[in-house]
């Protein structure tokens, strides 16, 4: 048991999930996110703790140590939504660890596999994290995209999203979409294929590149390190009409999509984003690409 947080909240979280649910229920019927009815520990189960909030809202805490991290996923899988999760990052001294937030599909051949990540780069106190992005189609990343976030994550939670529908991948921080990646196939530009996405979220060591290049390693007499999740949300949405789930076969999102309007995305606020957190945009390095050429979605328009 973690000895970290008030005891008598702490659940592990397999033994103690029906006895907790009745809890909840009884306490605060309405307000109650059980975010264990929809995610399940994937690794490091030993190292992950649930713990319901005056708020009856529950969060889940992954840790990590010297021994290994931490991941979860989300029990189900959807093809075409927009996953929501809030998030509050390792506190203080976070340098060389990595927190994330993907989506990914089950287990497919290597040459197969879809992924679109965001990472986000501890440093040291007082040193800002970087958030790094990625999109992964058919086994090929090399999509990097970086950021710096305009308040501190460790402080308190804040709402990360993912968007992804027949006509785009979008990256939303509280509401305000940061990166957009586009459908373009009929361009030649590849996008990720038809397959159910999960959500997955894990703590774990990359000191050997996370921190200023890798310089600044994790500092092991800070550990356990901690991040939360909480509030994790899907709205799944159908390229087609079908009964239930909004259609996503547009650009009018369901009226809860914050960052969309009737115009769909919000554009100027992208733009703004772009133009005053980005850190790094692969389309824009030349020299890394000017053997081959910037790749096609960097160019397509
Ligand atoms: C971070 O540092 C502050 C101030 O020293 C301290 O109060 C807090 O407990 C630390 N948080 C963690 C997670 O270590
Ligand atoms: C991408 O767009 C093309 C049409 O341009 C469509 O045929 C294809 O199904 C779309 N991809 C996905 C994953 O929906
Ligand atoms: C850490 O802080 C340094 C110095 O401010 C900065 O250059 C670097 O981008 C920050 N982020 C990471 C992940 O190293
Ligand atoms: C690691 O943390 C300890 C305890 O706060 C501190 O005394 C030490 O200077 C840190 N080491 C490095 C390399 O920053």
Same mark, same amino acid.
């Given at each position: 048991?973690?000895?970290?947080?008030?005891?008598?909240? =702490?659940?592990?979280?397999?033994?103690?999930?029906?006895?907790?649910?009745?809890?909840?229920?009884?306490?605060?019927?309405?307000?109650?996110?059980?975010?264990?009815?929809?995610?399940?520990?994937?690794?490091?189960?030993?190292?992950?703790?649930?713990?319901?909030?005056?708020?009856?809202?529950?969060?889940?805490?992954?840790?990590?140590?010297?021994?290994?991290?931490?991941?979860?996923?989300?029990?189900?899988?959807?093809?075409?939504?927009?996953?929501?999760?809030?998030?509050?990052?390792?506190?203080?001294?976070?340098?060389?660890? =990595?927190?994330?937030?993907?989506?990914?599909?089950?287990?497919?051949?290597?040459?197969?596999?879809?992924?679109?990540?965001?990472?986000?780069?501890?440093? =040291?106190?007082?040193?800002?994290?970087?958030?790094?992005?990625?999109?992964?189609?058919?086994?090929?990343?090399?999509?990097?995209?970086?950021?710096?976030?305009?308040?501190?994550?460790?402080?308190?939670?804040?709402?990360?999203?993912?968007?992804?529908?027949?006509?785009?991948?979008?990256?939303?921080?509280?509401?305000?979409?940061?990166? =957009?990646?586009?459908?373009?196939?009929?361009?030649?530009?590849?996008?990720?294929?038809?397959?159910?996405?999960?959500?997955?979220?894990?703590?774990?060591?990359?000191?050997?590149?996370?921190?200023?290049?890798?310089?600044?390693?994790?500092?092991?007499?800070?550990?356990?390190?901690?991040?939360?999740?909480?509030?994790?949300?899907?709205?799944?949405?159908?390229?087609?009409?079908?009964?239930?789930?909004?259609?996503?076969?547009?650009?009018?999102?369901?009226?809860?999509?914050?960052?969309?309007?009737?115009?769909?995305?919000?554009?100027?606020?992208?733009?703004?984003?772009?133009?005053?957190?980005?850190?790094?945009?692969?389309?824009?390095?030349?020299?890394?690409?000017?053997?081959?050429?910037?790749?096609?979605?960097?160019?397509?328009?």
């Amino acid at each position: 048991m973690a000895a970290w947080l008030p005891s008598s909240r =702490v659940h592990p979280m397999v033994p103690a999930a029906a006895a907790l649910l009745l809890t909840a229920m009884a306490a605060a019927p309405a307000a109650v996110a059980l975010l264990h009815d929809d995610v399940e520990p994937m690794w490091g189960a030993d190292h992950i703790s649930f713990h319901t909030g005056p708020d009856g809202v529950e969060t889940l805490a992954l840790r990590l140590d010297k021994d290994h991290g931490s991941g979860f996923r989300s029990r189900r899988a959807y093809r075409f939504a927009r996953y929501d999760i809030d998030l509050k990052l390792v506190a203080n001294d976070s340098a060389g660890t =990595v927190t994330t937030v993907y989506l990914t599909p089950d287990l497919v051949p290597p040459e197969d596999h879809d992924e679109i990540d965001l990472e986000f780069l501890g440093n =040291v106190s007082g040193e800002p994290y970087t958030l790094h992005t990625n999109i992964f189609v058919n086994g090929v990343g090399n999509r990097e995209q970086q950021f710096r976030l305009w308040f501190d994550p460790s402080e308190d939670f804040h709402t990360y999203s993912v968007d992804w529908n027949p006509k785009r991948i979008t990256m939303f921080i509280d509401g305000t979409p940061i990166r =957009v990646y586009k459908n373009e196939s009929s361009s030649g530009v590849p996008f990720p294929t038809l397959r159910h996405l999960r959500l997955d979220g894990s703590l774990w060591n990359a000191d050997d590149w996370a921190t200023q290049g890798g310089r600044v390693k994790t500092n092991w007499t800070q550990a356990p390190f901690h991040a939360y999740y909480r509030n994790f949300r899907v709205t799944p949405c159908a390229p087609a009409s079908s009964p239930g789930v909004a259609s996503c076969g547009d650009d009018e999102r369901p009226p809860a999509s914050a960052g969309f309007g009737k115009q769909g995305l919000d554009a100027a606020a992208l733009r703004r984003v772009r133009a005053e957190h980005l850190l790094y945009d692969y389309c824009e390095d030349q020299n890394r690409f000017k053997d081959e050429g910037l790749p096609k979605e960097c160019t397509a328009n």
